[in-house]
């Protein structure tokens, strides 16, 4: 179990931040990421980070205004939403999934989402 919490309204240029606790089954090697979905849109990958290093996925609409932090031991995720735009308006689903040794990894988990509205 996912459990999101952080979305709300805000005002163009203002900031945000989204937080995920994994509850539950946890694996000892892992991803977890930040999807958004608008209406009328697919669903699209935001920001992701991994245990054991390796880069941090930032889709190019939010690098400089996002910052994802994982903190490995707590199975925590946190999304820092900066310059907010009116397009960044979406539902933010977390996902969390393993990660397996040769670096490739599957979002098993998914959070039920938390709606972030910029006007």
């Known amino acids: 179990q996912l459990v999101e919490s952080g979305g709300g309204s805000v005002q163009a240029g203002g900031s945000l931040r989204l937080s995920c606790a994994v509850s539950g089954y946890t694996y000892s090697s892992y991803c977890m990421g930040w999807f958004r979905q608008a209406p009328g849109k697919e669903r699209e990958g935001v920001a992701s980070?991994?245990?054991?290093?390796?880069?941090?996925y930032y889709a190019d609409s939010v690098k400089g205004r996002f910052t994802i932090s994982l903190d490995h031991a707590n199975y925590k995720l946190s999304l820092q939403m900066n310059s907010l735009k009116p397009e960044d308006t979406a539902m933010y689903y977390c996902r969390y999934g393993r990660k397996y040794d040769d670096g490739s990894w599957t979002w098993n988990y998914w959070g039920q989402g938390t709606q972030v509205t910029v006007s």
């Open positions: 980070a991994c245990t054991g290093g390796g880069r941090t």
